[in-house]
């Protein structure tokens, strides 16, 4: 298979990576981990505007239609700046809305949707399911949490759906495993690198998209600027998917009245809660638990293209490290050691990307753990190779490296640890 993007998709790229730089994300990434959200809101109000969120929307609801391509090159983009927020749980929970809507329950789309498109309002998602972590990420912050709760209702995700953890829903569990990282404070610490990865081949049914109806780029009487996204006449729908495992008649999506105390995380900018018991039920039934796994695989999509983004930015700092810094009189990028290491670093994340345009293409469960286990283990193997080569200054919280230290671990195994998604490509 040749995939390449479209020049609107490169330009979506580039103009997200303009604008991101320009916003300056590391300052709104401190002040989210420090419990000031706005310069985060307003990050994300900009990215609306750009039409990220509209990409898992469809155009009845003041979308785009599902773009998974698109949302692809986004959520890279959102992972090499570290940008913060439920980004994630808001496009999973306009896919959960989206597939209720496709299935005749459009009361709640029609209520929710066209804000989180818009920007107005963004949203976290907890699926309190049998055996499922309870946590929300950014509830505090979030306009709107939902709570898919009732047995079975997250399909084969299991208890990583929501990316909380299974540790931290047993009695005693320290809050800083509330993500599943369990590493503290410093990533790439004390841990194995995961290093198997799972068989996967590329599809090789699929077809680069072309130029015409990829909803990127402006068009002529349009008013849209150059790499935003504009809907497109047919965008294909992605859910539901075929073979959506069904669920529990009593899975319930609810409004959650509130949340929990606040925990900090491995990851000071992802801040986890329980949100609160009760609330305003916005639809039950079978449909609600097919919805809930299709979000969570839509959640796993996202947290791929986001951990690839991280696993780039480490890379392309360390590299620029290893330039600079000089031992025995020479750059310690001419060194051998240093060489191969990176070059290791390059493959790994390189192998993670067709695997994630090829998920795109299919959206199948399968295609998207595979994609979601390599992108989640590359980022975290750049981690490691960015805090050793750094060295001492790797491990201080001054340098902005640490921003996207800290988020490699945490991506990797939220919305489904590499074990479970290896398991989730066996079984087909």
Known sequence: MRFLLTDEQRALARSLDAMLTAADTPAAVRAWSAGDHAPGRALCSRLAQAGVFALAVPEAYEGVGMLPVEL????????????????????????????????????PAKRLLPGLATGESTATLALSTAGCGPYALDADAATVTLVVSGEDAAGGWGDTVTGSGRATARTGAKPEAADGTGTG???GTGARPGQATPRAAPRTEARPPTAAGTGTGARAGTGARPGQVTPRAGAKPVGPRAGAPGGSPHARLLIAPGHGPVHASADPARRLSVPGAGGEI?????????????????AAFATAAQALGVGLALLDRTVAHAKRRSQFGAAIGSFQAVKHRLADTLIGLE??????????LSMAPADIAAAKATAGEAAYAAARTALQLHGAVGYTDE??????????????????????????????
């Open 72 to 107: 692809a090159v986004s959520f890279v983009e959102l992972g090499r700046h570290a940008v913060p927020g439920p980004v994630v749980e808001t496009v999973a929970t306009a896919a959960l809305l989206t597939h209720l809507a496709e299935h005749g329950d459009t009361s």
């Open 185 to 187: 404070a410093r990533a």
């Open 282 to 298: 916005l639809a039950e039934g079978p449909h609600v638990a097919a919805a809930a796994a299709y979000a969570a695989d839509v």
């Open 351 to 360: 192998f993670a990307r067709p695997l994630l345009y090829g998920a795109a």
């Open 399 to 428: 340098l902005d490296l640490s921003l996207w230290l800290r988020k490699a671990r945490p991506l990797r195994d939220a919305w489904g640890t590499p074990a479970r998604c290896r398991a989730r490509v066996l079984s087909g």
